[in-house]
């Protein structure tokens, strides 16, 4: 009995440790690091009028993803591509500057997005643009890196709702926590 005992005593912390240390050393897929909605600034969207998609990225902590135009030309860009349905033009892209950062595995520094960044498409309805609901479905492609190497670039699919209505119809601005933020630069 004093054996079981002793046996269980030594066993007993390492059993409780386990579960920690496997959530610890637990290592996120590249389609897992940035967390992604995109937001459309008015509702509904007259025929005629122009509007924005936000696309919303929450980029976890302890990676950082290259800057849409990064420091360096071997670098994978941040981008953002829409799959416009007859009707809605693109007419810019709108990417923040990003942050100059050093990272062990780069002798120069890198231009980089962290934490919560927002990319803008400008767009517009045209006059006959079709009424109704509309999906836009764009890509966000992105190479996530910690501080230690790079993950594989991915695609990962983002998509945004909105209302096409008549030209004139009455349309309110949405979502201004999202659009009051300054934007960055055209891409």
Do not use: W
């Not at 790079?150 to 999202?178: D, Q, R, Y």
């Amino acid at each position: 009995m004093r054996a079981a005992a002793f046996f269980a005593a030594l066993i007993a912390p390492a059993l409780l440790a386990a579960p920690r240390a496997t959530a610890q050393t637990e290592t996120l897929r590249p389609n897992e690091i940035v967390q992604s909605s995109a937001y459309v600034s008015l509702a509904p969207v007259p025929r005629g009028r122009a509007f924005q998609i936000a696309v919303a990225a929450q980029i976890h902590a302890g990676y950082h993803i290259n800057a849409h135009k990064p420091t360096l030309d071997y670098l994978i860009p941040t981008d953002v591509t829409p799959a416009l349905p007859q009707g809605i033009t693109l007419s810019e892209s709108v990417y923040p500057e990003g942050q100059m950062m050093k990272f062990a595995f780069s002798k120069t520094q890198l231009k980089v997005y962290e934490g919560d960044v927002i990319f803008r498409l400008h767009l517009r309805a045209a006059a006959d643009a079709a009424l109704g609901p509309q999906d836009i479905t764009l890509q966000l492609e992105y190479q996530a890196c910690n501080d230690r190497s790079c993950l594989p670039p991915v695609k990962v699919p983002v998509t945004a709702h909105l209302e096409i209505a008549p030209a004139g119809a009455a349309a309110s601005p949405v979502h201004p926590e999202i659009f009051k933020v300054p934007t960055g630069h055209s891409g």
